[in-house]
């Protein structure tokens, strides 16, 4: 069969024609981003069941699509990193040589597109020609794949114009194939550009300008290029003269990274007027301009978030923002055609069709007795960044944002202090590498234990983390103005287990706090970990915590940091002598500080 496909772009051709060749689809389509071609899928899309319109008064332009059982998140276990060398993909990657990659894959994709069409979906990551930017085209047999591209990135014929006839772009290959478990692969292909996905049907696993390119793909591009891809958000915090000071911030899963995009400021603060602005929720593209100072895009236009737990109260801004022409995954579906998910706002629904599509009681439970939810725990929704009430006036802006300062959190019961800053930007580094999280119930592994999260990208870098610790210090190195580096940890908690920090919109006390040291107006008190507040420094008004609260937040406890160095010590012996020495020597540095005292 042949398959007629052009555009100006003859290496587009080519490669389409070989993965047409290799899938053997029906058809091909080409994706233009014209508002008629989408609806045209969404009916295509209703017709044959992969999704199901919502109440169209209530939740205007939204869907519901429920994915496959054993196909709920972002399959780690099968995720590879196919470098030439097993040492460039690094002790953290699963790795696979690039032509043993390939081969597996082929097996599971050939006619794996047989009587389906392949959706052609040039996007771009970032603004339309910004230099920060990069060019994808991903080949997919799934409308909801189609559909959600169209949210999650810039999307069509213009990007095509922008490609023009010669240009490189990242090759993103999708395919449900048979949905199998078992035959599923997703393959990163960092020399060759390219990204492989087959057997699934997850945003995480097939929306492939997500973590596979705009995280994996773009941080090995960074570091050859000269630039950071990071597992950030993006915010801007507006004083009442019009000032606006830009943060970005990493935090791994649990700990309220979105939630911190977003925040509304606390009534205790309302009197000095300021506004937050959110520009992304998940991935910071950095840069030094010609100022020396850090620049940052977020390369996306949607966000892609986690439903259950999304409430007026952790995030009034996001409820907002899904009210419309927004796509729900795997989420309880009500009578009314409206959806819920555990922690929603409202009374819990006397009934519903829960994300495997059975019918759903409260309190039913399944064989073993456990309690069966309505929707499943990473149930997720994508939708428009253009929808939220405090998205920024800059996430078209080709230039990006300066970066004042660059914030890791962790979510620690009783070791870390509520923020403290680093002495400099190589002490920064050795922080945002040892970082760690206690476990929640809602992620794979013991309950409290803990887990070491680089710079909150272990399951996101594309390389070898030992040289990516060495991309981050030499970064500073070429910076006249670095961003300071901070610490925070929302979740410190008393001896019965209460957290000591209400967190959500007080969170921007820190803040405030963060950006005086940043501008030079607060002073600090020094301790072998880092700088932290001093007490009077932490605006308070209108919060008050129980008696002595924030002097436990901001404790250090030396016995307990020199046992965490223990557990650093254990997490850098895996990178052997590829360890950059400057991380070795702020290991010691703190050692001997905290024996000191």
């Known amino acids: 069969m042949e398959y007629s496909f052009h555009t100006e772009n003859q290496k587009l051709n080519q490669w389409v024609r070989q993965m047409s060749l290799l899938c053997r689809p029906k058809e091909i389509v080409l994706i233009d981003g014209e508002v008629h071609q989408r609806k045209a899928l969404e009916k295509e899309a209703l017709s044959c069941g992969e999704i199901t319109q919502l109440n169209p008064e209530k939740l205007p332009g939204c869907f519901l699509h429920r994915s496959a059982k054993d196909d709920v998140a972002r399959t780690e276990h099968l995720t590879f990193i196919c470098s030439k060398k097993k040492h460039d993909a690094g002790p953290t990657n699963n790795w696979m040589s690039p032509e043993t990659a390939y081969a597996r894959a082929r097996k599971f994709l050939k006619g794996a597109m047989k009587d389906r069409t392949m959706y052609v979906i040039p996007f771009s990551m970032g ?60 393959l990163h292909f960092p020399e060759d550009n390219t990204i492989w996905s087959v057997g699934s049907g997850y945003g995480g696993n097939v929306l492939l300008g997500k973590k596979c390119l705009s995280l994996r793909i773009a941080s090995y591009l960074g570091r050859r290029e000269g630039w950071l891809a990071e597992h950030m958000l993006l915010m801007g915090i507006e004083e009442p003269d019009g000032h606006i000071e830009y943060i970005a911030g990493a935090f791994p899963s649990a700990c309220g990274k979105t939630n911190l995009a977003m925040l509304i400021p606390p009534a205790g ?56 022409n927004t796509i729900y995954t795997n989420v309880l579906l009500k009578p009314d055609k409206t959806v819920w998910w555990e922690g929603a706002d409202g009374e819990v629904p006397s009934q519903g069709i829960d994300w495997q599509g059975h019918l759903w009681k409260p309190g039913m439970k399944d064989a073993e007795g456990n309690v069966i939810k309505g929707a499943h725990p990473n149930s997720r929704f994508t939708t428009p960044i253009a929808n939220c009430p405090c998205a920024s006036f800059r996430l078209e802006q080709h230039h990006g944002v300066p970066v004042s300062a660059i914030i890791f959190g962790a979510r620690r019961a009783h070791l870390a202090p509520l923020v403290y800053e680093a002495f400099n930007w190589q002490h920064g580094v050795f922080i945002a590498a040892a970082m760690a999280s206690e476990l929640t119930a809602a992620q794979v592994g013991k309950i409290g234990q803990v887990r070491r999260d680089p710079m909150a990208m272990l399951p996101f870098c594309g390389y070898n983390m030992a040289d990516y610790f060495r991309h981050w210090l030499e970064m500073g190195k070429k910076m006249a103005r670095p961003p300071r580096i901070f610490h925070v940890n929302w979740f410190r908690s008393d001896e019965s287990g209460n957290f000591l920090w209400p967190g959500y919109g007080e969170n921007l006390r820190v803040l405030e706090w963060v950006l005086d040291r940043c501008n030079k107006k607060k002073e600090a008190l020094k301790t072998p970990i880092g ?42 012996k895996q990178f052997d002598k590829g360890l950059p020495a400057e991380l070795w020597q702020e290991y010691e540095a703190l050692e001997e500080r905290l024996k000191a005292e």
């Open 269 to 324: 603060l309302k009197r000095k007027g300021y506004r937050i602005w959110t520009v992304g929720d998940d991935i910071s593209w950095m840069r030094i301009d010609s100022d020396g100072a850090l620049w940052a895009i977020n390369p996306e236009s949607g966000f892609f978030g986690v439903a259950p737990g999304t409430n007026s109260k952790t995030n009034p801004n996001m409820v907002e923002t899904i009210k419309k």
């Open 127 to 186: 603004p339309l020609g910004s230099p920060f930017s990069k060019i994808g085209v991903e080949l997919t047999d799934s409308i909801y794949v189609v559909l959600n591209m169209q949210v999650m990135t810039r999307v069509g014929d213009a990007v095509l114009r922008q490609l023009g006839k010669d240009a490189e772009f990242t090759k993103c290959l999708h395919s449900k194939s048979q949905l199998d478990i078992n035959k599923r692969l997703i």
């Open 531 to 572: 700088f932290i507040p001093n007490l009077s420094d932490l605006d308070m008004t209108g919060l008050h915590l129980r008696s002595g609260a924030l002097e436990k937040l901001l404790e250090i406890d030396n016995k307990a940091w020199l046992e965490e160095l223990k557990s650093i010590k254990g997490f850098f």
